[in-house]
């Protein structure tokens, strides 16, 4: 089992900044690749981000590139989504995932972003 949840969302104006933190628990941190997800209301739920377990490989969605960084920290078992230049499109609810082989079993309770105009 991995427990996982995040934390750093909150309300922040176009243009600003947040940091959201997926922190772990549980079986080897560092065996699972970790993705980022983003769902917003009425919308169904979408890939933002993705880290492979050494942290050597990372990803994004087109909408994010420039804006978004992911990272990971293995000995404080945490992976971070810095997110720059936030627009209101990206206000979602904000999920990790924990995964390998391509299955993501593991998921956080989500943490909201709302970015306004």
């Known amino acids: 089992q991995v427990q996982l949840v995040e934390s750093g969302g909150g309300l922040v104006q176009a243009g600003g900044s947040l940091r959201l933190s997926c922190a772990a628990s549980?079986?080897?941190?560092?065996?699972?690749?970790i993705r980022w997800f983003r769902q917003a209301p009425g919308k169904e739920r979408e890939f933002v981000s993705h880290?492979?377990?050494?942290?050597?490989?990372?990803s994004y969605t087109d909408s994010v590139k420039g804006r978004f960084t992911i990272s990971r920290d293995n000995a404080k078992n945490t992976v971070y989504l810095q997110m720059n230049s936030l627009k209101p499109e990206d206000t979602a609810v904000y999920y990790c995932a924990a995964g390998r082989y391509g299955t993501w079993g593991y998921w956080g309770q989500g943490t909201q972003v709302t970015v306004s105009s």
């Open positions: 549980g079986r080897t941190f560092s065996d699972y690749a």
């Open positions: 880290i492979s377990s050494s942290g050597g490989v990372r």
